[in-house]
């Protein structure tokens, strides 16, 4: 199986962030987005894994090849001088595809644990041509919304629908695993979708897709908030050095805490940060190279530091 990760988007609703660095590299505790989903795809029965690029495609391309050990093995990046949707890319790895037989495709702004395996079996198990990942969420609105008939069959796939704002909805989890055939139904002239556009064709079709409920951890880091609570989960669980009110701290060894700073909650501190004399942190994430001035307060928030600052 070919285990491919989503790379290529500019991450609009992470910015200022991803002005910085490509969204797959963003650090999540001691590793990045990218290294996490290659070694859980790898876990799932990926024998090689591959991504795309086209965002800060040079960061992408220069991670890969200084750390291929992070992901469990090489990650082979192809530039995308073109975005091509997520289904779309599926061609830039055509014959990858059909040489594996099959591939377990993951977004690569999603946090996620434990569920890979059992999805891919489903997939296995179904006989279809594509499987979807799906998980139950509050407000549907931000996602491919999908609605069943009476037999539990997809009835129809709705890409961010304004009626489902506030409305519990199964939606994509950005996962999902396709056989070779699934290439056909996708046009090489235009950007093409899984939910909005793959999906409705083969349905057209008469080809069934099978959905799966996922079994596992999962968040979407589309947002800095939903980003800054990712990597703080991951901090309680990682453990670290106490804060001054019981929290904990993730400090990486060249990261530096001038005399008289005070860290509140739970704080995450990458590579090459400086937090000045007598500057206050509470519940936040420093990114490699950021800088918090002598007496500054940062309550809450994600700062980032000059792009390229030790971002992978």
Known sequence: MLGVVLAAGHGSRLRPLTSRW?????????????????????????????????????DMVEHCRLHPG???GPVEVRVEPELRGPAGTLHTFAEEIRDSGRAVVLS???????????????HEA????????????????RYG???????????????????????????????????????????QDRPFDFAADLVPALL??????????????????GTPSAYRAAVLHEVR?????PTEDGGVCLRDPSAVVEEGAALYGDVYLGAGVRVGAGAQVRDCVLLPGARLAPGGLAVETVLAGPAGAGGS
């Open 22 to 58: 490509p969204k797959p590299l963003l650090p999540l505790g001691a590793d990045t987005l990218l290294d996490r989903l290659a070694r859980q795809a790898r876990a799932a029965g990926a024998g090689r894994v591959v991504c795309n690029a086209h965002h800060r495609a040079e």
């Open 70 to 72: 992070r992901a469990g």
């Open 108 to 122: 690569g702004d999603l946090r996620t644990g434990g569920g890979l395996p059992r999805f891919v079996a489903a």
């Open 126 to 141: 179904s006989g279809a041509l594509l499987s979807v990942a799906l998980v139950h969420v509050p407000d549907g609105s």
């Open 145 to 187: 919304v999908f609605e069943f008939d009476e037999d539990g069959a997809v009835a129809r796939v709705e890409e961010k629908p304004a009626w489902a704002a506030g409305r519990p909805s199964w939606v994509s989890a950005g996962i999902y695993c396709v056989e070779p055939e699934v290439l056909s139904f996708i046009p």
């Open 204 to 221: 057209a079709a008469g080809q069934p897709v099978n959905c799966v409920a996922w079994a596992g951890a999962w968040d979407d880091l």
């Open 237 to 241: 669980a990682a453990g670290g050095e």
